[in-house]
């Protein structure tokens, strides 16, 4: 298996844009947006995954809780977005405009359904890419294996409507820009084990699975 570590830091220039993070390490950053879903919750899941990233594989990581807003904020200096909720999303036309320069120029952006985003995601991400649609990786995707396997795609972590985990996302001149799990909910499996009491085993697959999506964006 082979496995590269690679940050993106200060000198990825893409045209007039420049990815840079503050810190000598990788940060997974939240995505503020617009439209009332909670977008800050559960504000130790990206603390927990980074730290047992560190621990488990040779990537330098900043564990610190950092959001930005879509509409105010430079998203440009950050190569991995994470945006998560159980409600309604909006984005205005200069949100959806933004977002789509940051993923066609080397940034990439991780969505999870935390029960409830499903509709308002799928509708506002067709602002953004109006002429894509969300795709079903499949199971032998490189993302499932390139660390931990995962032989039937996204793990599920929590039970919401009983329907299978599924994993979605969009490519741009052949490169995974944008990863979407639904019916998964990895990121509940990150928190601390107090706050949805989830059994040891699943915390575990969470953490193994949030690996794999860091490791093939940082390979890829």
């Known amino acids: 298996m082979r496995f590269i570590h690679k940050i993106l830091l200060l000198a990825l220039f893409f045209g007039e844009i420049v990815f840079s993070q503050s810190k000598d390490a990788f940060q997974i950053v939240r995505l ?124 599920k972590i929590h039970e919401h409507d009983g329907k299978p985990a599924q994993g979605f996302g969009i490519f741009y001149n052949n490169r995974l820009v944008l990863y979407y799990t639904y019916e998964s909910n990895p990121s509940d499996g990150w928190d601390d084990p107090d706050v949805h009491n989830d059994p040891p085993e699943k915390r575990e697959e969470a953490l193994k699975f949030g690996t794999n999506l860091v490791v093939w964006v940082l390979s890829n």
Request: charge should be negative.
């Open 32 to 155: 503020k947006y617009n439209g009332g879903s909670d977008w800050y919750n559960g504000q130790t899941e990206e603390v927990n995954l980074l730290k047992y990233i560190s621990q488990h594989t040779n990537i330098k990581t900043y564990p610190e809780y950092k959001f930005v807003d879509l509409s105010t904020g430079n998203i440009f200096a950050y190569p991995f977005l994470f945006m998560t909720g159980h409600g309604n999303i909006t984005f205005s036309d200069n949100d959806a405009k933004k977002l789509r320069t940051y993923l066609e120029n080397g940034g990439f952006l991780y969505v999870d359904d935390d029960y409830g985003l499903d509709k308002a995601f799928r509708r506002e991400i067709k602002k953004v890419f109006p002429d894509k649609e969300l795709v079903e990786l499949p199971f032998s995707y490189g993302l499932y294996h390139c660390l931990y396997d995962f032989n039937n795609g996204p793990p």
